[in-house]
């Protein structure tokens, strides 16, 4: 039995090493700061040598996900890496990045004509070193560009975070994780002006060989933070009838 055992637990391991899961050194390296999130992917471990894809059915949403995108960079790219960001008509607003603690002279934007060209620079951008991240914003995306892609983000071991704008072409692909971001209400602390931290409803849609879930998350000055439901809620309630 415990020769059995141990097989199944080799398996499991070898099969999490083939799809990217690869612990680096140190288990702090890994982590992104996203709380119980991370727990859902396997080993409790942000896979870094995979593609993410974001789902978005609405401008807000897809505002949302840059913003979203930002928290994750703020992490990714605090050992002074770069990052890539690949658009065929970009709206993100550089100077916003400011709030996610991200500078933007350290992103390098890239503006084409089509999405075939966004696809070919993401997959040259993957293949270089010294990168943190690499973001592109597209409609479509088959199973075949999605597999280079893959290979690409295997290779150097750079995220691959995918952008995409129009849900009803969603066709099936090699993606480790597909994310949907939402917006919430923020809440303002008592006593202060303003508004509040950005606020949102984090959806893992599907995680391979995790738990997909959803979650509410706040950025808190330069980290995220969880934001238990109970809470949300009556904040709702609050806001709702005073």
């Keep these: 039995m415990e020769a059995k055992l141990e097989i199944l637990n080799k398996l499991r391991q070898d099969l999490l090493l083939w799809q990217g899961f690869k612990p680096a050194e140190g288990e702090a390296a890994q982590c992104v700061g996203l709380g119980e999130i991370e727990a859902a992917f396997p080993a409790g471990v942000f896979p870094r040598k995979a593609i993410h894809e974001f789902i978005c059915a609405t401008p807000d949403q897809t505002a949302a996900t840059d913003g979203f995108i930002a928290g994750l960079l703020s992490v990714l790219m605090a050992d002074g890496t770069g990052c890539v960001w690949i658009s065929t008509a970009r709206r993100l607003f550089p100077a916003s990045l400011a709030a996610f603690n991200v500078e933007a002279d350290r992103i390098i934007f890239v503006d084409v004509r089509n999405e075939r060209e966004v696809l070919w620079v993401m997959e040259e951008a993957l293949r270089c070193e010294g990168l943190a991240a690499v973001v592109a914003e597209v409609d479509s995306l088959s199973l075949v560009e999605s597999r280079r892609l893959q290979l690409a983000a295997e290779e150097q071991g750079i995220p691959a975070m995918i952008i995409r704008k129009d849900p009803k072409r969603l066709v099936a692909g090699v993606s480790t994780a597909r994310w949907k971001i939402s917006p ?30 959803c979650w509410t998350l706040e950025w808190e000055a330069d980290r995220f933070l969880q934001v238990p439901e109970q809470k ?11």
């Design 184 to 213: 919430l209400p923020s809440s303002a602390e008592p006593g202060m002006p303003g508004v509040g931290f950005p606020r949102w409803r984090v959806e893992l849609l599907k995680v391979r060989s995790g738990n997909p879930g």
């Design 232 to 242: 949300v809620f009556v904040q709702m309630v609050q806001r709702k009838f005073g």
